[in-house]
């Protein structure tokens, strides 16, 4: 498997303040306070310089996903992979990789169009997370799990076919669940590809085989506690953001978690008890529920 995580996310805001506001006072992220000279702004989560590097756009969504792979080997192996298969990279520049906090990085769309950038070498400074609503911890990976990542991404893959084989194939990503959700009648019929990679966390990135505004369906950040989720709402509610899906428990991945809608319309679960897997002795499943309970959703506009 070449894929070890899904390190970061780099996020297009038309209003980087709203954007910082929302990531620390209703995610309670850190402001990373990262000096940088295209002015991005940074949110931390864990050791990571950060997680989320939000740059001023014209337009709102998702710039690009860094997946991290374990060292350069791997890299230069995918690399090379990559390019047979006729795939075009574009070697990150020194100081792009330094804003970036890696070691080296290429680009790379996936058959849909949604950037990746694969990276090796994640330069951690280890300060403590200091959460300005008194979060004690993010869910990234302990000295047992290594690193699990900041959460997982779904992105649209109307191409689905050829996404997946992308991912997998190429990627070395392995699926988990495929999920069939039950819909309203007269919809389209939906599938959703969930898949890991090296590391516990039951899925690190989700293909949807619908288009998508703004590149992303939603990111998932995960705490330590059902209280941090529920103090979380009550702030969302408070703040004034839309409240896309309420409190509710997924069937794949047991993540009890709500969806809020950030600043620009990205949503974000945010979530507890998401699974952690053995992929020595799991079977991938097939789904056709989404939730034990709740998740009642409710689309801006």
């Known amino acids: 498997m070449s894929i070890a995580a899904i390190g970061y996310l780099r996020i297009a805001a038309t209003d980087t303040n709203a954007w910082m506001t929302f990531g620390t006072d209703i995610l309670g992220l850190m402001d990373a306070k990262r000096e940088d000279a295209a ?47 006729g795939h075009a990279l574009e070697d990150g520049p020194a100081a792009e990789a330094a804003r970036r906090c890696v070691t080296a990085y290429v680009t790379v769309q996936d058959p849909c169009g949604n950037t990746l950038e694969l990276y090796y070498g994640r330069r951690l400074d280890y300060a403590p997370l200091i959460s300005p609503v008194g979060i004690k911890q993010f869910i990234t990976g302990d000295e047992y799990t290594g ?82 989720v529920g103090r979380a709402l009550e702030r969302a509610k408070a703040g004034g953001y839309p409240i896309l899906a309420s409190l509710g428990r997924h069937v794949n991945d047991n993540m009890c978690s709500f969806y809020v809608v950030a600043p620009g319309g990205i949503a974000v679960e945010y979530g507890y008890d998401g699974l952690l897997v053995d992929w020595d002795t799991y079977t991938p499943t097939v789904s056709t529920e989404g939730d034990h309970w709740g998740h009642e959703y409710s689309f801006p506009g």
Do not use: K
């Open 39 to 85: 002015g991005a702004r940074f949110l931390r989560m864990d050791n990571h310089p950060f997680r989320f590097m939000v740059e001023s756009a014209e337009q709102d969504g998702l710039l690009a996903a860094g997946l991290e792979l374990r060292g350069r080997s791997e890299w230069l192996d995918l690399c090379d992979r990559l390019r047979a298969a």
């Open 147 to 228: 690193d699990m990542g900041f959460g997982h991404a779904v992105l649209p893959t109307p191409d689905l076919d050829a996404a997946a084989s992308f991912y997998t194939e190429l990627l070395g990503l392995s699926v988990s669940d495929t999920l069939y959700p039950p819909m309203p009648e007269g919809a389209p019929e939906t599938t959703i590809l969930f898949m890991h990679a090296d590391n516990p966390r039951q899925h690190s990135l989700a293909l949807y085989n619908h288009p998508y505004g703004g590149g992303i369906v939603h990111m998932m950040v995960e705490v330590s506690s059902l209280d941090e």
